[in-house]
């Protein structure tokens, strides 16, 4: 029982810092069809923030989420204005983003590495200690990234179904255009979606970072695996992915325990093989079909 148990909340803790990586990425491909591989820089920068700021400036932690949303909305709207706007109203934009988001992310943490060094540092955001259920322990960091990650999808959620900012974001998602010709600023509403979407970034880099620790390519993994997730579960559909990223953190916490710890990714990644030969599209995505 206390295997199955220890398995159970290993998994919610894998779900837990998977969801919180999908989040951002779920959400521009699903308001503006932008595939951003450069994922990976936010959460690194969401990281070393809450590190600068609490151990070099001696700040307290109520500082580190406020002062990582910031950053990674302020770096959103410098990669707005700096590549992706001599961009997007390509033909091509869809294609042309994924090698551009490549380039920063590869720019990104290079930077990292020569401003912060190759070694890894512990992420000072953490909560020590945890709950006792029976003989094992769901750690806090846990909690408050399964906490965390349900309040960033609520306020995503409520930002583009209740406010004028998301109807825009939907109208222009659905048709740049026509959205343009009825007075709508399609260059603000991007800029505006990838700040959101760096924000969200940045904090889920505090997060991640507090489970894995903190070097320069530390978002690589998370980017790779937050796209297999979203990409079983439908690119665009925030709601599943934060589903399946539970599931998949489930799935491979127990081919862990079973096969082996290194058999873990691999296996997932087996799975996504299967389920896309099954369902090109994508658990609860849907087929959709381009008009000539």
């Known amino acids: 029982m206390d295997i199955f148990l220890q398995i159970i909340i290993s998994g919610i803790s894998l779900g837990a810092m998977y969801a919180v990586g999908t989040i951002a990425l779920s959400l521009l491909w699903g308001t503006m069809g932008m595939m951003n591989l450069a994922h990976g820089g936010f959460i690194a920068l969401g990281g070393y923030i809450s590190y600068w700021c609490m151990t070099v400036l001696g700040a307290s932690w ?16 410098f990669m707005y204005h700096l590549v992706v706007r001599w961009m997007f109203e390509r033909k091509d934009f869809s294609v042309d983003i994924i090698i551009a988001t490549v380039a920063i992310s590869s720019l990104a943490e290079n930077g990292f590495l020569n401003i912060a060094g190759p070694q890894a540092k512990r992420q000072p955001f953490t909560l020590s200690g945890g709950l006792r259920i029976s003989e094992v322990v769901l750690p806090y960091q846990t909690i408050l990234t399964v906490f965390v990650a349900i309040v960033l999808m609520v306020v995503v959620f409520f930002i583009v179904n209740r406010t004028k900012l998301g109807i825009v974001i939907r109208a222009v998602s659905q048709q740049q255009t026509a959205s343009q010709l009825m007075g709508v600023d399609v260059r603000s509403t991007f800029a505006k979606s990838m700040m959101l979407a760096g924000g969200i970034a940045a904090i889920s880099g505090v997060l991640v970072t507090g489970a894995t620790g903190l ?11 937050a796209l297999v997730i979203c990409i079983i579960a439908g690119l665009g559909n925030l709601r599943s992915a934060i589903f399946m990223a539970f599931v998949l953190g489930l799935f ?19 799975l996504v093989i299967v389920l896309l030969i099954i369902r090109p599209y994508g658990l609860f995505g849907e087929e959709t079909a381009e008009r000539v």
């Not at 406020?66 to 959103?76: C, K, N, T, V």
């Not at 491979?252 to 087996?270: D, H, S």
Request: hydrophobic share 50%; aromatic share 18%.
């Open 62 to 77: 109520l500082f580190a989420l406020p002062l990582a949303l910031g950053a990674g909305m302020l770096a959103g709207y």
């Open 215 to 225: 070097f320069p390519s530390v978002g690589f993994d998370t980017t790779i695996k």
């Open 252 to 270: 491979e916490v127990g081919v862990q325990y079973i096969f082996g710890q290194r058999y873990g990714f691999p296996a997932m990644l087996g």
